[in-house]
């Protein structure tokens, strides 16, 4: 007999494994079943950056590093933010090497998180950042972005907080280009953003691990305008198709890199070496990987965008990521995890309830074009089938 002791630390009990990873197992016992529901790159790792991890296999590179990373990595690191987006870090003492961006975000909030503080959580939104905020004792305050378009705006966050005065804000939380809209924002809402965010004496988490998938434009980062206060993520995973090597950055103040180091160490010790070596020659050799990878989600985000808007789903122009995030047409089930269970079902096609990025997500859904053309060619096929059936319309 297995014994459990329900003595256990109870935000856990609270926790769940999240929308997306629960629906994309149910839906895998399908047979025949295309899915566009995870993302992650369809991408192979760059061949050199293959080649270097080989090497560092063959030279032993099989101990720790340091717990901040390999220096050469974090030079590298901070060379590429400067380069490609004017921020400038110490590597020395501002930057951390983590296993993936999912540290990152578990190392920053658990650093600055204290009982009772309230973080905004800007919503929908890539669910992660919210049971670290719950483990911390802290309360994640939901903004609805949909009533923009999911573009914050000043006013926005001012209403909000202003609408709970009796909470202490501690931070908020960004994710832009954003997971799941796609959204993401020009260098005057970013100033208009950090100087809101100052004023209110906020933390801004800034998970920033699609900034080299943005169409039409350059992507602006908010520690540009706001160095003391961000503690800026971002990695490898989609910039670098290397989403098993585990490797992300956190870039912070020299006093906040200082903390979160310990926090970080007690965690995980340091990143794997091996990959910290491939990354130092994905970033310095690498630079510009992601170019043909952008043009190509470029074409398939236009190709998908085109099909869904003419079956009558209401979509904001996504310009970053990999994601579409529609709003199921009326007339259809309006529930999106009874939509997408039905699709599935009925027409093998798997894509994400609008619910998995929180309550401000119901009534839509999440399609990955992290695929091929030939995938999305035959899930569009499906999709229109499904919604052509009269039997789909209510």
Same mark, same amino acid.
């Given at each position: 007999?297995?014994?459990?002791?329900?003595?256990?630390?109870?935000?856990?009990?609270?926790?769940?494994?999240?929308?997306?990873?629960?629906?994309?197992?149910?839906?895998?016992?399908?047979?025949?079943?295309?899915?566009?529901?995870?993302?992650?790159?369809?991408?192979?790792?760059?061949?050199?950056?293959?080649?270097?991890?080989?090497?560092?296999?063959?030279?032993?590179?099989?101990?720790?590093?340091?717990?901040?990373?390999?220096?050469?990595?974090?030079?590298?690191?901070?060379?590429?933010?400067?380069?490609?987006?004017?921020?400038?870090?110490?590597?020395?003492?501002?930057?951390?090497?983590?296993?993936?961006?999912?540290?990152?975000?578990?190392?920053?909030?658990?650093?600055?998180?204290?009982?009772?503080?309230?973080?905004?959580?800007?919503?929908?939104?890539?669910?992660?950042?919210?049971?670290?905020?719950?483990?911390?004792?802290?309360?994640?305050?939901?903004?609805?972005?949909?009533?923009?378009?999911?573009?914050?705006?000043?006013?926005?966050?001012?209403?909000?907080?202003?609408?709970?005065?009796?909470?202490?804000?501690?931070?908020?939380?960004?994710?832009?280009?954003?997971?799941?809209?796609?959204?993401?924002?020009?260098?005057?809402?970013?100033?208009?953003?950090?100087?809101?965010?100052?004023?209110?004496?906020?933390?801004?988490?800034?998970?920033?691990?699609?900034?080299?998938?943005?169409?039409?434009?350059?992507?602006?980062?908010?520690?540009?305008?706001?160095?003391?206060?961000?503690?800026?993520?971002?990695?490898?995973?989609?910039?670098?198709?290397?989403?098993?090597?585990?490797?992300?950055?956190?870039?912070?103040?020299?006093?906040?890199?200082?903390?979160?180091?310990?926090?970080?160490?007690?965690?995980?010790?340091?990143?794997?070496?091996?990959?910290?070596? $491939?990354?130092? !020659?994905? #970033?310095?050799?690498? /630079? @510009?990987?992601?170019?043909?990878?952008?043009? *190509?989600?470029?074409?398939?985000?236009?190709?998908?965008?085109?099909?869904?808007?003419?079956?009558?789903?209401?979509?904001?122009?996504?310009?970053?990521?990999?994601?579409?995030?529609?709003?199921?047409?009326?007339?259809?089930?309006?529930?999106?995890?009874?939509?997408?269970?039905?699709?599935?079902?009925?027409?093998?096609?798997?894509?994400?309830?609008?619910?998995?990025?929180?309550?401000?997500?119901?009534?839509?859904?999440?399609?990955?074009?992290? $695929?091929?053309? !030939?995938? #999305?060619?035959?899930? /569009? @096929?499906?999709?229109?089938?499904?919604?052509? *059936?009269?039997?789909?319309?209510?």
């Amino acid at each position: 007999m297995t014994l459990f002791r329900d003595d256990l630390n109870d935000t856990i009990a609270q926790i769940q494994v999240s929308t997306i990873r629960q629906f994309d197992e149910e839906v895998s016992a399908i047979p025949d079943m295309v899915k566009l529901t995870l993302g992650e790159p369809d991408f192979n790792t760059p061949e050199h950056v293959k080649a270097a991890a080989k090497d560092a296999i063959d030279q032993n590179f099989s101990h720790y590093t340091g717990m901040a990373g390999l220096l050469e990595l974090r030079q590298a690191a901070a060379n590429f933010q400067a380069k490609k987006y004017g921020n400038h870090y110490d590597p020395e003492d501002q930057v951390l090497v983590t296993v993936g961006a999912t540290e990152a975000i578990a190392t920053a909030l658990t650093t600055i998180c204290n009982p009772g503080d309230a973080i905004i959580i800007p919503s929908p939104i890539f669910p992660a950042y919210i049971p670290i905020i719950q483990e911390a004792r802290a309360t994640p305050l939901f903004m609805d972005t949909g009533v923009n378009d999911f573009v914050i705006t000043p006013k926005m966050v001012d209403d909000f907080i202003a609408a709970h005065p009796d909470e202490h804000f501690k931070g908020i939380v960004l994710n832009y280009p954003n997971n799941p809209t796609g959204v993401t924002y020009v260098a005057e809402e970013v100033e208009a953003l950090a100087a809101c965010f100052k004023r209110h004496n906020l933390w801004v988490v800034s998970d920033e691990i699609y900034s080299e998938l943005t169409y039409g434009s350059t992507h602006v980062s908010i520690a540009n305008y706001l160095p003391d206060e961000t503690i800026l993520i971002n990695g490898l995973s989609k910039s670098h198709a290397m989403t098993g090597w585990r490797i992300g950055f956190l870039f912070a103040s020299k006093e906040l890199t200082a903390q979160m180091k310990k926090v970080h160490q007690y965690y995980v010790t340091a990143a794997t070496t091996v990959a910290q070596k $491939a990354g130092i !020659e994905a #970033l310095a050799n690498g /630079m @510009d990987d992601a170019i043909p990878m952008r043009a *190509e989600y470029q074409k398939r985000r236009d190709f998908v965008y085109k099909v869904m808007n003419g079956l009558g789903f209401k979509i904001a122009r996504p310009t970053g990521a990999f994601y579409i995030f529609a709003k199921i047409p009326a007339g259809c089930e309006q529930d999106s995890m009874a939509f997408c269970k039905d699709l599935a079902r009925k027409n093998h096609l798997a894509i994400i309830p609008g619910t998995g990025f929180g309550a401000e997500g119901e009534g839509y859904v999440r399609l990955s074009y992290a $695929a091929s053309m !030939e995938k #999305l060619q035959q899930a /569009m @096929d499906r999709l229109t089938a499904y919604m052509q *059936e009269p039997t789909n319309q209510h």
